[in-house]
T-cell receptor, first 113, second 115 residues
Framework: AQSVSQHNHHVILSEAASLELGCNYS??????LFWYVQYPGQHLQLLLK??????LVKGIKGFEAEFIKSKFSFNLRKPSVQWSDTAEYFC???????????FGTGTSLTVIP | ETGVTQTPRHLVMGMTNKKSLKCEQH?????MYWYKQSAKKPLELMFV???????ENNSVPSRFSPECPNSSHLFLHLHTLQPEDSALYLC??????????????FGEGSRLTVL
């Protein structure tokens, strides 16, 4: 079975600091990779996704993620965080042969003004 | 506004009650999902419906009973729940089960508390 690991459970940063959230998955086949974000009191929404092609993916609000196949990783990055980035971030994987999305436990990011 | 609407947003029920959660999507999608979100746990997939047919049931206890009368509506019927069933229940939809690159569109969730 597939699994997704997010090693950082809670991250606290000051505004303008750089962010990197780790995500590793276990699956031997071809996968699609996603980062979802859940702002306080809001629904989960897609931040960015990787299906194929350039392993460096750019998403909304200045976020990007890099797929490193050899490391089974899809880390999320942002060069300079803002207070409005305070949210819960979820990494997710789905194999391109099925419709099961496997989510990580989430990383809570708090950005201090 | 996500196009996926869940009601009620909050529900408190006793262990002997029977209640239902409702989900409606206005996106023209064919696949709908129920997820359970508990603190410090990954989102747990409960049920998947594709073209109104249930295609996944992830060993969910029978006290949770899904119903999908059409591609736009999904219900989760609840009866004789346990306190550990308290969680945020998320509904999601996607274009099609076979469109493997599809993304999920989530509702805002129904916060369930079982006393």
């Amino acid at each position: 079975a597939q699994s997704v690991s997010q090693h950082n459970h809670h991250v606290i940063l000051s505004e303008a600091a750089s962010l990197e959230l780790g995500c590793n998955y276990s699956y031997g086949g071809t996968v699609n990779l996603f980062w979802y974000v859940q702002y306080p009191g809001q629904h989960l929404q897609l931040l960015l996704k990787y299906f194929s092609g350039d392993p460096l993916v750019k998403g909304i609000k200045g976020f990007e993620a890099e797929f490193i196949k050899s490391k089974f990783s899809f880390n999320l990055r942002k060069p300079s965080v803002q207070w409005s980035d305070t949210a819960e971030y979820f990494c997710a994987v789905n194999s391109n042969t099925g419709n099961q999305f496997y989510f990580g436990t989430g990383t809570s990011l708090t950005v201090i003004p | 506004e996500t196009g996926v609407t869940q009601t009620p947003r909050h529900l408190v029920m006793g262990m002997t009650n029977k209640k239902s959660l409702k989900c409606e999507q206005h996106l023209g999608h064919n696949a709908m999902y129920w997820y359970k979100q508990s603190a410090k746990k990954p989102l747990e997939l409960m049920f998947v419906y594709n073209f109104k047919e249930q295609t996944e049931n992830n060993s969910v206890p029978s006290r949770f009973s899904p119903e999908c009368p059409n591609s736009s509506h999904l219900f989760l019927h609840l009866h004789t729940l346990q306190p550990e069933d308290s969680a945020l229940y998320l509904c999601a939809s996607s274009q099609d089960r076979l469109q493997a690159t599809g993304e999920l569109f989530f509702g805002e969730g129904s916060r369930l508390t079982v006393l």
